[in-house]
């Protein structure tokens, strides 16, 4: 089997690889539970797609680039749908996996060790679970491993240009890979020690990239820098009593949990031991040597220390460590074996292999159907309300209730509002604002467009919308959600439908009509 892989035609091999790729990534992409964070996202690359602006109109807690990615996709190719757009994170992930096996491939001259990397990155817990979001990991992971892969797999003068301009775009989406800069610029500097000039060159070009990449921030900072400033960091400092980099306590419980020990993360922290370890014998090797670790090492190794920065920390951030991991730990295989490794180290490595792969579907169970440890999903019972047809299903439902002219609904949650014309209240469009709001004085409140308690609660009294929806999405909102409600019942709305775990409240046509009496 390997020798006829070895022996196939470049286009069967890659055929087969995208069938490998399309089978896990698409199915994910149109199954996997919900995550809050996406209906954010959709919502606001929809309305960055009508006119609104991130930051200034809109908050928006992340670099600039992933609305406009979705936005485009969605207004010119699929429509405003959140299938669509999980297909997209998904096309994403694909490519990342075609790039992983060229470059592995191509760091050890064997196709089949490009295959395995591929089987190794479709069957990580890590990357099904959360690859297909809409979220940062597709295309923020694609680029930064683009950056790193290009300079080995292009053999253009341009290529740390290629390089420069894509960790760019990686940072344009997620502003912590700023942090692996230096292992490039240390990379370069290595790569060209013997010869002033050529390096000199190279940094030109990598920083043209670079800067090439990053300069479209400069418009929404101009405008005016505190609020750009504030949406992508100032709020990370209050999202937690424990500031930016408090509660270590978590952060080792984080890492802890990625190992499997005292509480695992499902079948992915057993797969991330096995690369982990592999990967560190492959280091331990380098030490020995006394040779440099690879890009990919340090790069690894940077991100997965700056993934435990933010407070609180999750293990989903780790999903973009993952490709890194697995370049080293088959790079490192693949030289044992070369090597003339024993029978049964090699046969203890299949076994490894297998049983990666074997228990992977434990985890398509976990993010599709049970929603077990899955840090926001409480019970199975929220499993069942965070799947699309029931967020859809929720999004009809408030169609049927607004009336054309008055479409503004109140939700805690704005990722009903993706597919419908029914238009979330400004300031709801990201449900961490009145959250927020509790930790910020009444000006920046004001100067942000937060939406506070006394203001929702104004807006409720004021009817400012005809309705307003009220449930347990999330179950880290229970006590802004008891607060809505009583506030929604106080205000005259009544119950008027109920979809799954959300309550949809209606004011009376008694309430509407005295309210355009007074208008």
Same mark, same amino acid.
């Given at each position: 089997?390997?020798?006829?892989?070895?022996?196939?035609?470049?286009?069967?091999v890659?055929?087969l690889?995208?069938?490998?790729?399309?089978?896990?990534? +698409?199915?994910?992409?149109q199954?996997?539970?919900?995550?809050?964070?996406?209906?954010?996202?959709?919502?606001?690359?929809?309305?960055?797609?009508?006119?609104?602006?991130l930051?200034?109109?809109?908050?928006w807690?992340?670099?600039?680039?992933?609305p406009?990615?979705y936005?485009?996709?969605?207004?010119?190719?699929?429509?405003?749908?959140?299938?669509?757009?999980?297909?997209?994170?998904?096309?994403?992930a694909?490519?990342?996996?075609? +790039?992983?096996?060229?470059?592995?491939?191509?760091?050890?001259g064997?196709?089949?060790?490009?295959?395995?990397?591929?089987?190794?990155f479709? %069957?990580s817990?890590?990357?099904?679970?959360?690859?297909?979001?809409?979220?940062?990991?597709a295309?923020?992971?694609?680029?930064?491993?683009?950056a790193y892969?290009?300079?080995?797999?292009?053999?253009?003068?341009?290529?740390? %240009?290629?390089?420069g301009?894509?960790?760019?775009l990686?940072?344009d989406?997620?502003?912590?890979?700023?942090?692996?800069?230096?292992?490039?610029?240390?990379?370069?500097?290595?790569?060209?020690?013997?010869?002033?000039?050529?390096?000199?060159?190279?940094?030109?070009r990598?920083?043209a990239?670079?800067?090439?990449?990053?300069?479209?921030?400069?418009?929404?900072?101009?405008?005016?820098?505190?609020?750009?400033?504030?949406?992508?960091?100032?709020?990370?400092?209050?999202?937690?009593?424990?500031?930016f980099?408090?509660? +270590?306590?978590?952060?080792?419980?984080?890492?802890?949990?990625?190992?499997?020990?005292?509480?695992?993360?499902?079948?992915t922290s057993?797969?991330?031991?096995?690369?982990?370890?592999?990967?560190l014998?492959?280091?331990?090797?380098?030490?020995?040597?006394?040779t440099?670790l690879?890009?990919?090492?340090?790069?690894?190794?940077?991100?997965?220390?700056?993934?435990?920065?933010?407070?609180?920390?999750y293990?989903?951030?780790?999903?973009?460590?993952?490709? %890194?991991?697995?370049?080293?730990?088959?790079?490192?295989?693949?030289?044992?074996?070369?090597?003339?490794a024993?029978?049964?180290?090699?046969?203890?490595?299949?076994?490894?292999?297998?049983t990666?792969?074997?228990?992977?579907p434990?985890?398509?169970?976990?993010?599709?159907?049970?929603?077990?440890?899955?840090?926001?999903?409480?019970?199975a019972?929220?499993?069942?309300?965070?799947?699309?047809?029931?967020?859809?299903?929720?999004?009809?439902?408030?169609?049927?209730? +607004?009336?054309?002219?008055?479409?503004y609904?109140?939700?805690?949650?704005?990722?009903?509002?993706?597919?419908?014309?029914?238009?979330?209240?400004?300031?709801?469009?990201?449900?961490?604002?009145?959250? %927020?709001?509790?930790?910020?004085?009444?000006?920046?409140?004001?100067?942000?467009?937060?939406?506070?308690?006394?203001?929702?609660?104004?807006?409720?009294?004021?009817?400012?919308?005809d309705?307003?929806?009220?449930?347990?999405?999330?179950?880290?909102?229970?006590?802004?959600?008891?607060?809505?409600?009583?506030?929604?019942l106080?205000?005259?709305?009544?119950?008027?439908?109920?979809?799954?775990?959300?309550?949809?409240?209606?004011?009376?046509?008694?309430?509407?009509?005295?309210?355009?009496?007074?208008?």
């Open positions: 089997m390997m020798t006829r892989l070895e022996r196939a035609r470049p286009a069967v890659w055929g690889l995208i069938v490998l790729l399309a089978v896990v990534f +698409v199915p994910m992409s199954l996997r539970l919900v995550d809050g964070d996406e209906g954010i996202y959709l919502l606001d690359a929809r309305l960055v797609m009508e006119g609104n602006m930051f200034h109109d809109l908050y807690p992340q670099m600039f680039l992933t406009y990615i936005g485009v996709w969605m207004k010119l190719v699929v429509g405003y749908s959140w299938y669509g757009a999980r297909l997209l994170s998904a096309l994403a694909m490519a990342l996996g075609l +790039v992983l096996y060229a470059q592995v491939a191509r760091l050890t064997r196709r089949v060790l490009g295959g395995v990397a591929v089987a190794l479709t %069957f817990g890590l990357e099904f679970g959360w690859l297909p979001l809409v979220k940062t990991y295309f923020g992971t694609l680029t930064l491993f683009g892969a290009v300079l080995t797999l292009s053999r253009s003068k341009n290529r740390w %240009f290629y390089s301009l894509l960790l760019g990686a940072i989406i997620r502003l912590y890979v700023v942090f692996t800069a230096p292992a490039f610029l240390v990379e370069l500097y290595l790569d060209e020690r013997n010869d002033f000039r050529a390096r000199m060159m190279q940094l030109g990598f920083a990239g670079f800067v090439l990449a990053l300069l479209p921030n400069q418009y929404f900072l101009l405008i005016d820098p505190e609020t750009f400033v504030f949406n992508i960091i100032g709020t990370h400092a209050i999202r937690s009593p424990w500031g980099f408090g509660f +270590v306590d978590q952060k080792i419980h984080v890492a802890l949990r990625l190992f499997g020990i005292n509480y695992s993360d499902g079948v057993l797969q991330f031991v096995f690369l982990f370890f592999a990967s014998a492959g280091w331990v090797g380098c030490v020995r040597r006394r440099r690879p890009l990919s090492s340090t790069i690894f190794l940077i991100l997965a220390t700056v993934s435990l920065l933010p407070t609180p920390a293990t989903q951030y780790f999903a973009m460590t993952i490709p %890194f991991l697995i370049v080293d730990a088959v790079v490192f295989a693949g030289a044992i074996v070369a090597a003339g024993p029978v049964a180290v090699v046969r203890l490595g299949a076994v490894v292999a297998a990666y792969v074997l228990l992977a434990l985890d398509f169970y976990r993010y599709t159907v049970s929603g077990t440890e899955i840090y926001y999903i409480r019970s019972k929220d499993a069942q309300h965070l799947t699309i047809p029931a967020i859809r299903a929720v999004g009809r439902a408030i169609d049927r209730e +607004v009336l054309p002219e008055r479409p609904v109140i939700s805690l949650w704005p990722g009903y509002f993706v597919e419908t014309r029914a238009r979330i209240l400004p300031k709801m469009e990201n449900n961490f604002t009145l959250q %927020f709001s509790r930790f910020m004085t009444q000006r920046d409140i004001t100067k942000f467009h937060f939406m506070s308690y006394p203001e929702l609660s104004a807006a409720l009294q004021r009817h400012a919308v309705v307003v929806v009220v449930g347990d999405f999330l179950g880290i909102w229970d006590n802004q959600r008891v607060w809505v409600k009583n506030h929604v106080q205000s005259g709305y009544v119950l008027v439908d109920t979809i799954g775990g959300e309550e949809i409240y209606k004011l009376p046509a008694a309430a509407r009509t005295a309210r355009r009496r007074g208008d």
